[in-house]
């Protein structure tokens, strides 16, 4: 079980990478990343893009032989990240943001789907 955890950590670090790299390509710039806010909410990637705050949740799998990445974000998910959010408006005195979301899948090609300004 130890090791399966492990695993995911890193291919999760592998697709917040590969996330990072992406959004800084399309004129995005990282404010943060790993930012804890609860047990239970972790903001995967904080960024600018213009003069918006941009709360990316990023979901990576080796494949999508059991669903993809994007799948995986579920209601409960998206409100615990939206918990994170509105705290960190409320801290850093923010009004104009969005929440995206990014899937990776890495094999058989690298595939990255951005869905911007989310909601569930």
Not at 4 to 26: F, H, M, P, S, V
Not at 56 to 67: P, Q, S
Not at 82 to 103: H, M
Request: positive net charge.
């Amino acid at each position: 079980m130890i090791r399966g955890n492990t695993n995911n950590r890193i291919l999760g670090a592998k697709g917040e990478d590969i996330a990072c790299e992406y959004l800084i390509q399309n004129g995005y710039k990282i404010l943060e990343r790993n930012k804890h806010f609860s047990k239970l909410c972790e903001i995967d990637i904080i960024a600018q893009y213009k003069k918006k705050v941009v709360f990316v949740e990023v979901k990576t799998r080796k494949n999508d032989a059991f669903g993809t990445p994007l799948e995986a974000i579920t209601k409960t998910k998206y409100n615990n990240i939206k918990t994170g959010v509105f705290s960190y408006l409320k801290d850093n005195n923010i009004k104009d943001y969005q929440i995206d979301a990014i899937g990776i899948t890495l094999e058989p090609e690298l595939k990255i789907k951005h869905l911007k300004n989310v909601s569930f």
